[in-house]
């Protein structure tokens, strides 16, 4: 029987073979079938030290050591290669440096790392791990040229230490190494690595962005894996995304929906423009374009809910070429599917969000205490390209982008990201069930919640998911029938929760749920109960969590997002809507009649303050007035009080006198979202129910009083969802 050792120097320029025998005599096949990688063929049977080391079975140990000692040299740092021993996952296979096909994807320089699959070729800054070039269909960068290198593909944290001031991480590796590598596939990673000896100046956190490209795909994927260690000092995250910025005079069609998709103003558009209330948002006075001049640019106009912000991106017309972000899951994404977040605007800009305090505020981010360890994969997102034969095909980019969607949604989990951090479908479980309304003033039967959104989120209160960040959330949407399927769920420990449309509050499910790998949960019936005290005496509004159905007025002539002109459906993305309140309004404060008038005409979408003039803003008081039979039913009434939106404000409730002292109710001081400054028509869910003794209430004509009593300035206020008052208990 033949022992043999072989020994691989892993070397800049090829690999050198030594094939080790512990016998006398090499047969002629095996030396013929080996002799090619062998630097000195083992050809010669006499030969010097090679007959030796086959004859003498002693030197044996002393070559297997010399072999082992070779091999270490596959994972020594070789001009900023760090070499991992071969990961063996899913489908792929390690390669060493002497396949063909790899070298011809990967190269490097003292500065770049290039990768190139015959379709795009990328090449990142070492070690830092930035793009600063996409060459795709003859155009030799896709991203700005006139931008630095370090501002054209990033990564980007802002983090503070608790009570400090905001710092902007940019995330630049300082190690570089090749993850895998076979005919099809390359994965590369970029490591920032923290040590507490870096003192404050630094986050406490390690970083791990890795790239993969893959032989026959038009794009390639981002991911990163962000970890805290136990023991590291506090510190709070409040933004995490990848950014892209293309070249000025290629990139000016941006799509985000099919209802939202134009050709865009130029970065130096808006730096000729007019400031208006706030940096982002900018009047263009001097447009190169002159179909753009009096129009409003501002990026928060073109904002998408998480779970509709799958795809978006810009096109070139010559030649007709499409960059796109495809986000094929939300998981990795956070505070729910309702979410609000920036997409692509002006720059050109693309962005994939992952964590931000945008139409939420900061308890929206990621505060991690004194010594919590964390860890959490985001993405992977596909930066998807293509290109159309001519210009007149350059639209079709988008229906194509979408199609790629559709395939990446149908692939994910992805099977092929080496970290072991993320997890493929086999080490996923799934939840299942059927989810029912039990309202009796509506329905003495069970009503199914048709189209209700159901998820998996952190274990925590009815509703606390809107304000989760840390770790991972999975939504599905229930059928006609309320059935739901949640699949391909992280093992972990959840809570299951849901809000349903049509029904005020939030429901979760009793006891929390386990996923392990490969588990299958059928939960029996669920039944929610939403919040109600009695039957409903009168209602504005619908209860789901938007400010869409009021009454949303046209802008100022002067201040118009042609975009949305003769969009109903995002009318509301408008700039300076809030200043139309005191227009509508001059002399008195809104008044509305319950049985006259109709909330989608008389019934603003935002209760904000009165603008009177030199940044001076005043409260504002609205009214309910309503018919009612004192006696009817004696008891205690409630109002049910949902809100979508609150930004610095307190709601203030008073029946029948305006002038209560204190008032009968009051929320306090609610809300960061910031929603009605940036066009947004919902920000964070709040439910309040107000109960009224009947004694507050008289005979024939009553009046509710809701005053937003902060004012400090114009964007303070609140959008409501759905108000309902209650009658006693029947």
């Known amino acids: 029987m033949h022992k043999f050792v072989f020994m691989y120097l892993n070397l800049p320029y090829g690999v050198v073979v030594l094939l080790v025998y512990s016998c006398n005599k090499i047969p002629p096949p095996l030396s013929q079938n080996y002799a090619g990688l062998l630097i000195s063929p083992v050809k010669n049977q006499s030969a010097g030290w090679l007959k030796m080391a086959f004859n003498l079975r002693q030197w044996r140990w002393v070559l297997g050591a010399f072999a082992m000692l070779a091999l270490f040299s596959l994972f020594r740092d070789d001009q900023g290669f760090a070499r991992t021993p071969p990961v063996v996952r899913r489908e792929l296979r390690s390669v060493s440096g002497r396949d063909n096909t790899y070298n011809q994807m990967l190269s490097k320089t003292d500065n770049q790392v290039v990768l190139n699959n015959g379709l795009v070729q990328l090449t990142f800054s070492y070690p830092g791990g930035d793009v600063i070039g996409i060459k795709y269909k003859g155009i030799d960068n896709l991203l700005e040229i006139k931008n630095q290198p370090s501002n054209r593909g990033y990564w980007d944290l802002v983090w503070n230490k608790p009570g400090g001031k905001d710092s902007v991480d940019k995330l630049q590796g300082t190690r570089f190494k090749v993850v895998t590598a076979t005919a099809d596939q390359i994965e590369i990673s970029f490591t920032k690595t923290y040590s507490p000896s870096l003192g404050n100046d630094t986050v406490p956190l390690n970083v791990d962005k890795r790239y993969i490209m893959q032989r026959g795909r038009s794009g390639f994927y981002a991911y990163a894996i962000f970890e805290r260690l136990e023991g590291w000092p506090e510190v709070d995250m409040d933004q995490i995304r990848i950014v892209y910025k293309l070249q000025q005079d290629k990139f000016r069609y941006m799509a985000i929906s099919d209802d939202r998709k134009r050709v865009m103003p ?61 986000t094929p899951s939300d998981e990795f994404r956070t505070a729910g599917p309702f979410k609000q977040d920036l997409t692509s605007h002006v720059g050109p800009t693309a962005l994939s969000m992952f964590v931000s305090t945008h139409y939420a505020g900061k308890e929206v981010g990621m505060s991690f205490e004194d010594g919590e360890a964390w860890k959490k994969v985001f993405g992977p997102v596909f930066i998807y390209l293509n290109s159309a034969p001519s210009s007149n095909e350059s639209l079709t980019l988008w229906e194509n982008a979408k199609e790629q969607l559709v395939e990446e949604v149908q692939r994910w989990p992805y099977n092929f990201t080496q970290s072991e951090d993320f997890l493929s479908s086999d080490q996923r479980g799934s939840v299942a069930g059927q989810l029912l309304v039990r309202d009796r003033y509506r329905n003495k039967r069970l009503i199914w919640a048709s189209s209700a959104y159901v998820g998996l989120a952190a274990p925590g209160n009815a509703g606390s998911w809107q304000k989760e960040s840390k770790g991972y959330q999975f ?59 009695g039957p409903t005496l009168w209602e504005i509004g619908i209860p789901d969590r938007s400010a869409a159905e009021f009454n949303i007025p046209d802008p100022s002539p002067t201040l118009m997002n042609q975009l949305y002109a003769n969009n109903h459906t995002d009318k509301f993305r408008q700039y300076g809507l809030w200043e139309r309140y005191s227009d509508l309004y001059p002399n008195h404060d809104l008044i509305y009649t319950v049985g006259t008038d109709n909330y989608r005409d008389d019934w603003f979408f935002a209760h904000v303050t009165r603008n009177t003039g030199n940044q001076t803003y005043e409260p504002t008081t609205w009214q309910i007035q309503f018919q009612h039979n004192k006696g009817a039913n004696p008891g205690n009434y409630t109002l049910q009080l949902a809100l979508a939106s609150a930004t610095n404000a307190e709601v203030q409730v008073r029946v029948n006198d305006w002038s209560a002292n204190p008032p009968h109710f009051t929320t306090g001081l609610i809300g960061k979202d910031n929603a009605i400054a940036r066009h947004g028509i919902h920000g964070l869910y709040w439910l309040f129910s107000v109960g009224l003794p009947s004694d507050r209430l008289q005979e024939g004509k009553n009046t509710i009083y809701l005053t937003q009593s902060r004012h400090k300035t114009t964007f303070d206020g609140v959008m409501y969802d759905y108000l309902r008052l209650e009658g006693p208990p029947q």
């Open 266 to 326: 130029t970065a130096e558009d808006r730096a000729n423009g007019e400031p208006l209330a706030y940096p982002e948002a900018v009047l263009l006075t001097n447009p190169s374009n002159p179909d753009f001049r009096g129009e409003v640019d501002d990026k928060y106009q073109y904002s998408s809910e998480d779970k509709d912000n799958n795809v978006h991106g810009w096109i070139c017309e010559d030649p007709a070429v499409g960059f796109w972000i495809i």
């Open 475 to 533: 939504w599905t949407q229930t059928n006609k029938q309320g059935y739901f399927l949640i699949k391909d769920v992280r093992p972990g420990n959840y809570s299951l929760y849901a809000t349903v449309p049509g029904f005020i509050g939030d429901y979760k499910y009793e006891a929390n749920i386990t996923i392990e790998p490969g588990s299958e949960i059928k939960l029996a019936d669920l039944t929610y109960e939403p919040p109600r005290n």
